[in-house]
DNA sequence: ATAAAAATTTAGGGCAGTCTAAAAATTTTT
DNA sequence: AAAAATTTTTAGACTGCCCTAAATTTTTAT
């Protein structure tokens, strides 16, 4: 078994791994975890002799095979837990992710399992995020940002790329919710702001900064 | 915020205290928890000094107030997920208990509530042990032991007070379940067993050890 | 190409919770 | 009521994970 601790890491290690190239550095970890650059190289070493991740010295760090079967674990989890916090708590989307932290590290396989059987497996959790399958496989997904979309094309939203709460209360209050339809109508050329149509009704201004963390297809 | 390991402590002192009379000793506490007594000397100074409990060494243990409000509130946690865990996910009331012992720790008071509400406030656990409320009170139950019960009574399965799996998987196995009619037809004098009609069907004969540890009403 | 800056690791230590061994207090036995 | 047995506490140490400060390596700038 693992610790909370090297699961957190494990996690970590594959979102920057994925959001970055190459590999994934020390100090990357470190502002993640909200730890120091120094405990991070304690854990590096550590989940090194277990295999969980390649390691050199001074050179970043790569998830092993294995190392990425259990993050994977981990995100399956947190994902499954998020989706019944929502559909079944009626929880907010802003909400889900804390809690989830805690609830993805409970131990039991078949838990987890028969929750997915009891929100009738769920492809994404409540952000739009693909739900990793029990074996530890990461669904493909192709999706655009919002800020690359062209004039006049119509597009729904599919997820998000910030899952702050504040980022996720914004987009409740501007109607941006995960499934609307939004036509291009303008691209600002100073700032790259857009206005857009939502569901053939009401336009609406979005920032850049907005435009550039919203999926759509 | 108190730790997992504080929350257990905590919560086995109730048990040992509502099962116990008098004081609750370090030895038993050791046992309960799987630790050693030095441990537990350890542990019971550090929740002396945050008031939790009351402690004079070498005297045994109490919970003070607001040690047992907290130690229900455990209470609490473990139960509601031990009703989602075998009403919603469709786990057998054996296996249930160990999941909770982890779930029991998730801190946000809004989820015990808002999964309350999903499970409709159930009363009772699945092993028929009573729910404790919102603000921390245990309601009474007065059931008996079948042990206790006369010849010709008809009463009806209420609880267990041995949780282990191996208990609960025998009555399954024998059709012992939670709500179903026992008319005790004869008392065996010598080792105390007891024959018992269920359902107004097939006969049963339960040892003392069972019926010792089935509550009834 | 070398000096300065930045990133990373090592050294040494802290805290929570556990342990074993030994000391102290309480309870039981005679 | 003293001796023996039991229970409990203290002392000292270990592990996991974190820290600060110092040393080392890599990267960047000149």
Redesign the interface.
């Known amino acids: 078994m693992h610790s909370f601790t090297e699961e957190n890491y494990l996690k970590t290690i594959y979102y920057l791994a994925a959001r970055q190239e190459g590999e994934v550095t020390t100090n990357s970890l470190a502002e993640m975890t909200a730890t120091k650059a120094a405990s991070v190289s304690d854990m590096l070493r550590k989940l090194a002799e277990k295999q969980l991740i390649h390691y050199k010295k001074y050179q970043g760090v790569r998830l092993t095979a294995e190392g990425e079967r259990l993050a994977l674990k981990v995100i399956r989890r947190h994902r499954i837990w998020e989706v019944f916090?929502a559909e079944?708590?009626?929880?907010g989307w802003d909400e889900v992710h804390?809690?989830a932290e805690?609830?993805e590290h409970?131990?039991?396989e078949?838990?987890v399992e028969?929750?997915d059987a009891?929100l009738g497996y769920p492809q994404f959790d409540p952000h739009g995020d693909p739900i990793p399958s029990p074996a530890g496989q990461m669904p493909a997904v192709e999706y655009s940002k919002l800020s690359e979309v062209g004039v006049g094309t119509e597009v729904q939203v599919m997820g998000v790329l910030e899952h702050s709460p504040e980022f996720l209360q914004h987009l409740d209050k501007t109607g941006l919710n995960l499934g609307c339809r939004v036509r291009v109508q303008d691209i600002n050329t100073f700032d790259k702001s857009v206005s857009v149509q939502i569901n053939q009704e009401k336009t609406l201004f979005v920032s850049n900064e907005v435009a550039r963390n919203l999926l759509v297809n």
Chains 1, 2 share one sequence.
């Open positions: 916090l079944k708590l009626g929880f804390e809690m805690e609830l409970i131990r039991s078949e838990l028969k929750l009891f």
